[in-house]
């Protein structure tokens, strides 16, 4: 190993105000950062100085543990894992550091002996919102639970400088305003100006035999930027392992464009610098389906080509043969949207590194491993081959030799069939040509996995049938976990301190351990404390509502909670329905005996989907009726959260009776919302969908509200041709509610308002609503029985947090180690040198 401390030079200790974690030493070091970081003394210190400089003095004591993990993978040369993700949506760090360090309670006090209060810091943090929904948040999860089951590991995306927007309500629709979340500077960040990568776009090929008469491509860009790396340690729990995320910004070349600068033309060379610098501006708000856009394979491109060119710049540190890298490393691509690096690492191995073609593919199919996130058609990524011939021409041949040889192979399989090989080739050519982004990424990896049981199915039974055929041996199910670390010790304190009373604190590593609670459903003491846990945090989630939307709710109603990206497929319009439903009987019968609930709703539409802003507007505009209506006496509230992000789901999850996980069967790829909730100790009322299948299979169908069509049922009913108005003729209480909509009663007498959306259901209703509808209202009745029953409700409560033990991520990170990534725990001690 090399150091940069010169031989027989003693190594100045750090000392101790940046390791220690005594109340003096907190204290110490909490002003000495805000003087010396943030230039402040106390007295005109604003909160955000104060949230710095704790900040800081928790970094302090991460970096020490950083700097060992790093140091001694290097030592060691471990085999590495490398999650390439578009999105890492990872929540506010300062909680979550204090809970892994160990360090909440010392560190608490500390703050309050200086005159400031840990909860205002806590929520001056602005969580960086870089991802859209479960896939992004996964990702964020995946790290937590690597780091803490001392994985080497690296995360790479991108670091957009405007995550998801903030979504504001005004007038009852949703308005979207830009997320500046670096404003006030990140202190978990590490910028690494001395790591970039170049990274170029557009231009030609050209090819010419070497002196030694190999075939030779060279690319000569019309453009290059600059893939700059900003660090982050994601610590694990109660370990020493820190593992690293590092995120790539795009910087244009300071030099590039001096030729248009010399000739005066400094306009256009300033305006290159800009569009460099476009790349990792913002995020694509849309979850699935996504757009075609040219800035969006760009960043794509970009951030593969910066992180797979740092790992070959770190794996020749060590090994000059490039022939066995993906024994150094593994690479999981997050859904298709880094699926090009398939086609760049052939690139960097063959043109810039000049191994063989079989060489290199043989690196490359060993490298990659690719998980499916959805089933949606209209999700699959496809780009044009104008495109790609634009923007990355050297990629578009590639892809044709892999696609080539790929092809050759199936015509053996297949001798003399042609509809398998148009399915199978990573080209469409049924119309305009496209390259399929999910057949370049199955083509180019040793395996390939689902994120649910039934998804997985699925994926073979449908979109990857042909892939699966072929390579078999390839499939495999990783269900989706959540840390229980952020989603239960940092979000629900009260619940995580009745466990532990009872079983120890051993399932926070181990959360199969929490099977131990399962005798403790039936002792009535438990059951009153577990009570008064879920109320204490319903109050608190009560008074956020009342201070953020000036609705008063009833903690002792039956929180009913749907928090989730707004999609048609997700059914938001199902539940309203079940709303106005009730409504209407309440009207019909004023003194009609009632289970009282708080329907909350929160979650962002895609900036371009109509109908889902209209679906926000739905769930306000009935939200305003319903609320006021002196006959519902307060019965029945409707709350629609502004802004519901990772922040906010740790006060949701926590506060909720009943969690609603009501997509059509067979379209939900696995969900992880629904593992929270049950993690929390609410019941589900769900379908048979995603992960939901398994979570009902763990916590008893007794305990679970099933509804519902199966997937099955959906494709028979849909082969069959589906028709709505069956199910409205002949269900005057369906007809009631829909006619209600149409009336104009929830939009001020305008009839037009919510007509796309009424019409969507008579005529086409492709989510299966109708069909749904009755089997729902039923269910709902049967939980708003079941909640009467105070001491029955709070028993399959307990049972539902007792068997969630297979939902901790840490067990989807055990089964990806095993059986796709084939890595071992490296344990990380404590560096001397810097204590
Ligand atoms: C996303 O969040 C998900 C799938 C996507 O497909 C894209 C995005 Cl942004 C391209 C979600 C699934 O909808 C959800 O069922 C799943 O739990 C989550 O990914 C994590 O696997």
Redesign the pocket.
Known sequence: MTSLIPEGCPIVAVEDDRTGTSLETLKRAIMDNLFYLQARFPSVASRNDFYMALSYTVRDRLLQRWISTAETYLQQGSRTVCYFSA?FLLGPHLGNNLINLGIRQEVEEAVNELGLDIEELLNQEEEPGL????????AACYLDSMATLEIPSFGYGIRYEFGIFDQEIRDGWQVEVTDRWLRYGNPWEIPRPEVRMPVKFGGHTRSYTDSDGHYRVIWDAHHVVEGVAYDTPILGYRVNTANTLRLWRAEAVESFDFQAFNTGNYYGAVRDKITSENITKVLYP???P?QGKELRLSQQYFFSSSSLQDMIRIYLQHNPDLSKFHQKFTVQLN??HPAISVAELMRLLVDDHHLDWNTAWNVTQHTFAY?N??L?PE?LEKWPIALFQYLLPRHLEIIFEINQRFLDQVRLHYPGQSDPLARLSIIDESGERYVRMANLACVGSYAING??AL?TELLKATVLHDFYQLYPERFSNKT?GVTPRRWVVLSNPGLTGLISEQIGDGWIKDLDQLGQLEPLANDHHFRACWGKTKHDNKVALAEHIQAKTGIIVDPNSLFDIQVK?IHEYKRQHLNVLHIITLYQQIKDNPHLDITPRTFIFGGKAAPGYFTAKLMIKLITAVGDVVNRDPDVAGRLKVVFLPDYNVTFGQRVYPAADLSEQISTAGL?????GNMKFSMNGALTIGTLD??NVEIREEVGAENFFLFGLTTPEVQALGAKGYQPWDYIQSNPQLKRVLDLIASGHFSHGDTNLFQPLLSGLWNQDKYYLMADYQSYIDCQQQVSQAYQNREQWLAMSILNTARMGKFSSDRSIQDYCRDIWHVSPVIIKLNGGYQ
Do not use: Y
Request: aromatic share 0%; charged share 20%.
């Open positions: 999105e991802g859209n929904g479960g896939l992004g948040r996964l849309n979850d699935e996504l859904d298709t998980t996130h959805t949606l999700a994120v649910a998804h989706n990206r939900e790829a696995s969900g992880t995603g992960a």
